[in-house]
């Protein structure tokens, strides 16, 4: 299946997209991690939401920028504007799509996308970022 990154929509929506690690990875087969659209206004989310594109799991239609719901009243005003990204059918709909490694895969494929360019990954104090691949240097072996 096409990745996000191939959708005509994708240079628009690109620089609205914000990674937030939300737990410890469990390796690299099961990160952790949403993938957050924060649209500038009504307008962009609007359009946005009306977006289509195949499951990457399935090929069935779905929108790949949803709204999340509030979780009160009291939060709707700024609720409405809480956009995700998410690359297959609802869990409701079709759950093995969004547990496969098609969507996986996406997942991986859009957050390296977005830190390659924006370098925006929100990493929360409490949890450990990945750590860089060590050199030769850092790993104890000297200059001669
Ligand atoms: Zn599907």
Redesign the pocket.
């Given at each position: 299946m096409i990745s996000f990154l191939f959708h005509a929509a994708f240079p628009e929506v690109a620089p609205f997209i914000r990674i937030e690690i939300y737990g410890r990875d469990g390796g690299p087969d099961r990160p952790r991690h949403r993938i957050e659209v924060d649209p500038p206004d009504d307008a962009a989310a609007g359009r946005w939401l009306a977006l289509t594109m195949?499951?990457?799991?399935?090929?069935?239609l779905?929108h790949p920028i949803r709204q999340r719901r509030p979780k009160s009243s009291r939060g709707r005003r700024t609720a409405r504007r809480h956009l995700y990204f998410a690359p297959?059918?609802p869990l409701s709909?079709?759950l093995?799509?969004?547990r496969g490694p098609a969507a996986r895969d996406e997942y991986l494929i859009i957050r390296r996308a977005i830190e390659w360019t924006t370098n925006k990954t929100h990493v929360p104090a409490a949890v450990t970022p990945v750590p860089q691949a060590q050199t030769l240097f850092a790993s104890g072996v000297r200059e001669p």
């Open positions: 195949p499951c990457v799991a399935c090929g069935t779905i297959t059918c709909e079709r093995p799509c969004s």
